[in-house]
């Protein structure tokens, strides 16, 4: 398929990527990453356009590599979808703070997730990113 949607995983928890790439493998081109050193290594090779991201990792943290995501111009544009266990409201709070555009709680529901990075897709490709 030409021009597919690019997303990158991120999850030191081999089931928990397992289960994102195949809700996600079929409509859009998937890199999988397991720790944030990894994301950071594999974000100018693969350029997604959305990065699934995980908190709790070894070495660099999940917030840690969205604020260097969003800080670098060269990915700003990139959208973030915190995914995690970490439910508190200070860790919703510290994951925007961070640069977040969503945040999803795990467990999570399968086509809640789906739909919301369809529509996290489509509404970057239409208005810049702006939600």
Not at 7 to 34: C, G, Q, S, T, W
Not at 52 to 71: A, F, N, Q, S
Not at 87 to 109: S, T, V
């Amino acid at each position: 398929m030409p021009d597919m949607h690019r997303i990158m995983i991120v999850d030191d928890d081999p089931k928990n990527a397992k289960i994102l790439r195949m809700l996600l493998e079929e409509d859009y081109e998937l890199a999988v990453a397991h720790t944030g050193e990894e994301a950071l290594e594999l974000l100018p090779k693969f350029k997604p356009e959305l990065v699934l991201l995980d908190i709790m990792m070894p070495g660099i943290d999940g917030y840690e590599v969205c604020r260097k995501i969003k800080t670098n111009d060269r990915y700003s544009s990139t959208k973030v979808l915190i995914v995690s266990s970490r439910a508190m409201g200070y860790e919703l709070e510290q994951g925007y703070e961070a640069g977040a555009d969503n945040y999803f709680c795990k467990p999570f529901d399968h086509q809640a997730i789906v739909a919301t990075v369809a529509s996290m897709l489509d509404s970057g490709a239409d208005t810049g990113g702006a939600e």
